[in-house]
């Protein structure tokens, strides 16, 4: 089961009929037309969202579409090797969760349905699906009221409804989104109501304001060059690009090689152990004594 969120609206806050009135007028004038959108489809709003978590949206939309013509179901997901799905991943970043939907592609084949749960803990239980993505699914592609707490979501609640509070825990913004998205104006249309806060989130952070930082759980992304996330993108692509497998040991000393030539310090043997350790355990490839195999 998932978390179950008790509505409440906070005291002091502009009554909740006007709010809803207001936010869903403001986020009809700054509509923003995305491929992804009026989507009936569970599968492919999953997918959406799995891909705009932590990337930008303009660089989502060639991977949705590219992503869906060469898997357009479940099923296909589920048939396809994971090389291939990673393959087509590649430049997204955050690969793992390319492996998280495969999986979830994976058990729903099993299951022998072809298809993803219509409810959002059904969702919740599947792998890589957090309550920020079932919700979305539950919002975008069912037309379901659902408690979605997503970047910009939050940006706005804490835009209008805490002006000026740091540290903002969303245990307090919860109920307030919970309140505002089954209230009748906006349960009515749960796409509407949330592309209305997504879209409003997103012009306040264009405009030089961005009330995320005011959020207890904000943190600032640290620089991808150099950092193990940047080894692992590496490696997987190298191993990738061997579909006969290639010995680790050549990976190891390619990828110090590239760190030396970039101004970095070479990678020791400990490290890319390390590294190589956690991407075989996450399904990225496989060993085979010394080769590393997609």
């Not at 349905?113 to 890589?128: D, K, M, T």
């Not at 990828?255 to 030539?261: D, F, I, K």
Request: proline share 6%.
């Amino acid at each position: 089961m998932g978390k179950r969120i008790e509505p409440a609206w906070p005291r002091g806050a502009a009554p909740l009929d006007e709010f809803t009135a207001r936010m869903l007028e403001v986020g009809d004038g700054l509509y923003r037309e995305l491929p992804w959108r009026h989507v009936d489809d569970p599968y492919a709003v999953l997918v959406s969202e799995i891909m705009l978590q932590q990337t930008q949206v303009a660089r989502v939309g060639r991977f949705w579409e590219r992503f869906l013509a060469a898997f357009p179901t479940l099923d296909a997901l589920a048939a396809a090797a994971v090389p291939d799905v990673l393959e087509l991943w590649q430049g997204l970043g955050y690969n793992r969760r390319a492996l998280a939907l495969k999986r979830t592609a994976d058990e729903c084949a099993v299951a022998g349905e072809g298809r993803l749960p219509g409810s959002y803990e059904g969702l919740l239980a599947l792998p890589g699906i957090g309550p920020a993505t079932a919700a979305g699914v539950m919002a975008f592609a069912y037309q379901k009221p659902a408690v979605y707490v997503e970047t910009n979501v939050r940006a706005v609640f804490l835009h209008e409804l805490f002006p000026g509070r740091e540290g903002v825990p969303d245990r307090e913004l919860e109920p307030a989104v919970a309140a505002a998205a089954f209230h009748p104006s906006a349960a009515a249309d749960p796409r509407r109501w949330y592309y209305g806060l997504l879209d409003y989130g997103a012009h306040l952070k264009a405009t030089g304001v961005n009330p995320t930082r005011r959020s207890a759980s904000y943190s600032r992304q640290s620089a991808f060059e150099g950092s193990r996330r940047q080894k692992r993108a590496w490696i997987v692509r190298r191993v990738l690009a061997a579909p006969e497998g290639v010995e680790a040991a050549v990976v190891a000393r390619e990828l110090s090689a590239a760190e030396v030539a970039a101004g970095r310090e070479a990678v020791g043997a400990d490290l890319f152990e390390s590294i190589a350790g956690d991407l075989v355990g996450e399904g990225f490839f496989r060993r085979e004594g010394a080769l590393l195999v997609p």
